[in-house]
Each structure stands twice: as C-alpha cells, then as structure tokens.
C-alpha cells in the first residue's frame, strides 16, 4: 500500500505557509470523510451483510417456506460433502477450471509470440485475436449452441461428412464438458492475449536474434526465452482466469443445463438450483461459503504474489 | 529458407484468425440467411436478406431489451463513477485514522465471490420491493472495491505540487476534485467507463434472478428468453438477435480501443 507523502512546502515565505496550514486539504479531512459514505453504505448492504447472512443460513435447516427452521451446526457441509452430485460438481469445476485457464494461457501465448514477430497486417492480426474480448458470455454461448447444434450445427455436420458415429456431443458427458471449455477457451482468448502481447514486448528482440543465429526453432525459442521472461504476467493471467472460470455460470446455464447426468453441474450452478429451484437456502448457503473459500484463497495469493493484481484486476 | 519460414508464419496467422473469428463471422453469416436454408444445412444459399433483423425487431422484445441494458449498465456505470471517484478522493488524499484497515475492509470485498451472495441479496431486493426494477437491477452495484483502485491508483499519479498550488489558491475538496483530479485522471476515467459499462451490459446471474418480465428483463437474460421460447428452433432470428446485442458492444470496444492500447488491459475472465 502506497502513501503519499504529506505535502510539504519548502518556502521561507511565512505568509504562505500560514495560508497552507489553514486550507491544508489534507489535514482538512472532517467535511471529505463523509466521501467514503456512499460506498460504504452499498458494500455493508450488499456484500458484507449478504455474506454474514449466507455463513448463518448454512448453519441452518430450512423449511418448506424458505426460512431457517433450526440450527443445525456444520450438519450441512456434512451433508453437502456426503452428496455424490456436489463432490462431482466440485471435481468437474476443478477439472473445468484448470483446463481451460491452461488452455486459455498457452493458446493466447502462441498467438501473441506469432503477432510481435516482425510482420505485415500486425494490426489485423491483433485486432482478430483480441476480438472475443468484448463478447458476453451470453452471446458465446448461443453462438456455440449454434455450431455444435445436432441438426443444424456446422461441427455436427462436419462430424457426420467425416463419418463419426456420436454427433451429438451435448447428450455426452465428455462432449458437453468439450464444448464448454472449447467456448471459454474462445471468449478468454482476447483478454489473454493483450496482456501476454503487451509482456512480450517488454522482451528484448535481441535474445531472440541471438536464438536465431544458434538456430533455434520457435518453439525453443518461446519455451527457453518467452516463458521464463514473463513468468510474472502468466502467473498473473493464471490466478485471473482461475477465479473467474471458478464463477462459470452463464454457458453452463445456456449451453448444457449442467448435464448430461450432471457432469457439468459447476459450483455457481448447482448453488444456483439448490438455492432458487430446490428453495434449500441451508445446503446452497454451505455449497456457497466453500465457493467463497476457494475464491477467497485464489484472490489472496493474486493480492499477495502479483504486484499487478490490485490494480489491475 | 527465410521465405519459407515467412510463407509458414503467414499460413498459421490467417488459418489462427480465421478459426478466432469463425463462431462471430458463422452466427453474422447465419443471421442474413432464411431459417429455411438454416435447417436444411444449406450454408452456401445465397438467399441473403436483412429479414431477420426486421424479423427479430418486430416479432421479439430485443428493442427493449438493448434499451434495458442500455439504461441499467449507464446508470450503474454514472453511479459507480461518482461512488468510486469519492471513495478513490478520500483514500489518496485525506489522511485519517484507520485509512489502511479501511482500505483493507475494500479489498476483502473482492474476496467475496458475488455468487455466493445472491440468496440474501435477493431477499434485500424483495423487501425493498425492487424486484423487476430498474432500483434492483442497478442500486447493488453502485460501489465496487475494484473501482476505487483502478481511480486510486491514477489518482496517485498526480504530482503533489498541483495539490500544493490548490491550496495555495484555496481551493476546497470539491473545486480540488473537479477542477485538478477528474480532468487529470480523464483517460483513466475513460477505461473505467468503457469497462465498467461493458461489464454490466454482459451481466447475466443477477438479471436472470431479479427480473421477470419484458419490460425490465436486459440483452443477455432476453437471449435466454427468446432461446427458450422459440419451440421452432428460428436460428436466422436467433442469430440476428445475438448479433444485435453485440453491435452496442462491438461500438464501445471500437471508441475505447486507444486507450486500451495503452497498456491499461482491464478485463477479466467471464463467468
């Protein structure tokens, strides 16, 4: 945490400094405190009252009307730990997550070492890559419900031209957890790459003009040079993309209802029905604190390892 | 070999942008194509007509959605700006007692997953009567601890002399935040608008609970609605639609452009 440093005026003039001390916007804090108000208010409503509320009702049992019937202890997170569908959707998300955060790193880097080469149509490129960047997860998602759509989808007709008995990848568990990380993979690529294309070119050309002449290929190149000089935006991008793939809602919502049988029923999901078509606060509410948990430890170590994070999400 | 080794390169580059674009140049493709063509798999058709669009205008709400999502992601976007830009004040240039655990109190909030907060939100919302509203669908977002860092931290570039001659001068908070700290954080003031609207417009979780009808329901949870609806499987309407409420998207991403080129690269993974 930075702190400026209390504004000083190095001037004789003693008439001056008597003006400062007076209006001294700093030390004349009272009137300006009242500026964090709005927020606070906001945030005490809607983040930490909401969170206090959530830890309570999953010490709870709820009753058929919603409300907290009785305490019940850690007897939820028992339960939600003995329920084979959370301790599946727990595993798939993590599964899900760290595929597609790999996934998602090692493409955008491929894409931003082929871009900072010394080529014609550089912006092209770049604005080609970068381009799923502002695309809503919503618009995503029905964009790949439409490719991979059974009977008129474009991959499904391809599948078939090509001779492939399973064309119908949604109605598959491993199909429907294809589609969702190819579709992630897609729609992170943009932000990914700007921040790898903007680290690579802090990369000094000459390593790589060295590397040429020892007749290296280009992926000796990347993996000996490009990784480990910017180690601290992949690791950064790494953390990004792990809490934020750890909130998947939206494709799994549109693309596969968290099926088949399941098998993409992620955390954010299955708290989800739990809570608003199961009406069982109590079990949501200990689904959502172990979410918490994990987001609040991947958020942690961004906070604590990545000087960048802070400021830069 | 150097010409083999370009040919190469170039080979990679426009077979990666083809299959970058492909699902956005497929869905603009589709959305010009009859349904009709659509069904029968027959892509190549040369049927091209604006017909969805109208179609999709006139027989589906999406008018209303984009005009929902356009209200709500601006007043969240107006809200937030003016919330952040007060707390921002505060944190880098008063000093008070307690300012760093306060600080630390902010940066907790993005500890604390949203998803795990929407039960009682939910509750706030019904009991403040804001459910299917604007107030609902705006108010909770108001105050963002990433906000005020983001505004924080360009903030902390202004050089303390200008902080000096405005007490000179005798300017109070107001005049000094005005007049000296907003025109000077402009750009970042700018990334911050763009990214903020954008990601409200692409909201999904928090809509999907809150509204209920037409008249409030926004772009992306309208999506949902016209994909559930349509029984038929309308794919040319559906695609038009999809594209419709990427153009507002693709405009704001075009105007900011430059001042992400700076290096400023906000944004995040989706949910």
């Not at chain 2, 580059?13 to 010009?32: E, N, Q, Y």
């Not at chain 2, 240039?93 to 907060?117: G, H, N, S, W, Y």
């Not at chain 2, 804001?130 to 924080?152: C, E, K």
């Amino acid at each position: 945490m930075q702190s400026r440093k209390t504004a000083t005026l190095h001037t004789p003039n003693i008439k001056l400094t008597a003006v400062k001390s007076k209006l001294n916007l700093r030390q004349n804090s009272k009137s300006a405190l009242w500026f964090l108000a709005p927020s606070l208010i906001i945030l005490l409503i809607f983040t930490f009252y909401p969170m206090v509320v959530t830890v309570i009702n999953s010490l709870f049992a709820t009753n058929v009307r919603g409300e907290n019937a009785r305490f019940v202890g850690l007897a939820n997170y028992v339960q939600i730990f003995k329920d084979p569908v959370f301790i599946k959707s727990l595993g798939h998300t993590f599964a899900y997550v760290f595929i597609t955060s790999i996934l998602t790193i090692i493409v955008a880097l491929l894409l931003a070492r082929l871009v900072t080469q010394r080529i014609k149509g550089q912006a092209f490129f770049r604005t080609a890559f970068a381009s799923t960047m502002g695309i809503s997860a919503a618009v995503a998602s029905i964009l790949f419900l439409f490719l991979f759509n059974p009977s008129v989808g474009l991959v499904v007709t391809f599948l078939k031209a090509i001779g492939a008995k399973q064309t119908n990848l949604l109605v598959s568990p491993t199909g429907a957890m294809f589609i969702l990380i190819l579709s992630s993979v897609w729609m992170g690529l943009g932000f990914a790459f700007l921040n790898l294309l903007g680290a690579l070119q802090s990369v000094p050309e000459s390593y790589y003009e060295v590397a040429e002449i020892a007749g290296w290929s280009n992926w000796m190149q990347t993996w000996k040079i490009t990784v480990p000089m910017i180690s601290p935006t992949l690791f950064f991008l790494f953390v990004v993309e792990i809490i934020g793939k750890f909130k998947t809602f939206t494709a799994v919502d549109l693309i596969t209802g968290g099926g088949p049988d399941n098998n993409t029923n992620f955390v954010a999901y299955k708290i989800y029905q739990d809570a608003f078509a199961s009406h069982n606060f109590g079990i949501a509410s200990s689904e959502a604190i172990v979410l918490t948990i994990v987001i609040a430890i991947a958020t942690w170590i961004q906070f604590r390892y990545t000087e960048r994070s802070v400021f830069y999400k | 070999m150097t010409w083999l080794k370009t040919i190469n390169r170039y080979f990679w580059l426009i077979f990666l942008a083809v299959i970058t674009i492909a699902p956005i140049l497929l869905g603009v493709w589709a959305s010009l194509l009859p349904t009709a063509d659509i069904a029968a798999g027959n892509f190549m058709s040369t049927h091209i007509s604006l017909a969805n669009y109208i179609g999709a205008i006139q027989t589906t709400p999406v008018l209303r959605y984009i005009t929902n999502s356009f209200v709500t992601s601006t007043l969240i976007t107006l809200g937030e700006l003016v919330f952040c830009t007060l707390a921002a004040y505060v944190f880098v240039f008063i000093d008070f007692r307690c300012k760093k655990q306060l600080f630390f109190v902010f940066l907790i909030t993005m500890m604390l997953p949203f998803e795990a907060q929407i039960i009682p939100n939910f509750q706030t919302i019904r009991s403040f009567g804001w459910l299917n509203s604007y107030a609902g669908l705006t108010i909770p977002f108001f105050a963002s601890a990433f906000g005020v860092f983001m505004l924080r931290q360009a903030f902390l570039k202004i050089p303390s002399e200008l902080q000096e001659y405005s007490e000179i001068l005798g300017m109070n908070h107001t005049r000094f935040l005005m007049g000296i700290v907003l025109p000077y954080s402009r750009s970042t003031i700018v990334t911050f608008v763009i990214y903020m609207f954008l990601t409200h417009w692409n909201a999904y979780l928090w809509p999907l609970i809150t509204t209920f009808t037409d008249a409030y329901r926004p772009t992306q949870v309208g999506l949902k609605q016209l994909q559930a609806e349509d029984t038929f499987s309308n794919w040319g309407v559906i695609m038009a639609t999809a594209i419709l409420i990427l153009i507002p998207t693709l405009i704001v991403l075009i105007i900011g452009q430059r001042y992400f080129k700076k290096g400023l690269n906000v944004g995040g993974a989706k949910g």
